[in-house]
Nanobody, 124 residues
Framework: QVQLVESGGRLIQAGGSLRLSCAAS????????MAWFRQAPGKEREFVAS????????YYTNSVKGRFTISRDNAKNTVYLQMNSLKPEDTAVYYC?????????????????WGQGTQVTVSS
């Protein structure tokens, strides 16, 4: 049984930093893409960043490039999203997702496994 459990979201002031964690179990990481998405109220779920477990390639949506970093800890089966210089428009529920493929996609429908989400609220 695949489980993705996110943590680390909270209320933070603009300009601050947060690190989100996604602990994964029941999944073979060597042939997977791990990703972070976010969804703000009234908006569609949006791709944020992804990491190809096999070759460590990373991808980011333009609005977070240079501010967010996705990384992994193999020993802990955990993916992280380091978020710096946070802005009010980063406010959303952040979801961890996994895709059983070696190919990246920003389409949320391409991901089979999802965590429950963690709320990030950035105050101005």
């Amino acid at each position: 049984q695949v489980q993705l459990v996110e943590s680390g979201g909270r209320l933070i002031q603009a300009g601050g930093s947060l690190r989100l964690s996604c602990a994964a179990s029941g999944i073979s990481f060597s042939h997977n893409v791990m990703a972070w998405f976010r969804q703000a109220p009234g908006k569609e779920r949006e791709f944020v960043a992804s990491l190809n477990w096999g070759d460590s390639n990373t991808y980011y949506t333009n609005s977070v490039k240079g501010r967010f970093t996705i990384s992994r800890d193999n020993a802990k089966n955990t993916v992280y999203l380091q978020m710096n210089s946070l802005k009010p428009e980063d406010t959303a529920v952040y979801y961890c997702a996994a895709r059983t493929s070696i190919l990246y996609t920003p389409n949320p429908y391409g991901y089979s496994y999802w965590g429950q989400g963690t709320q990030v609220t950035v105050s101005s």
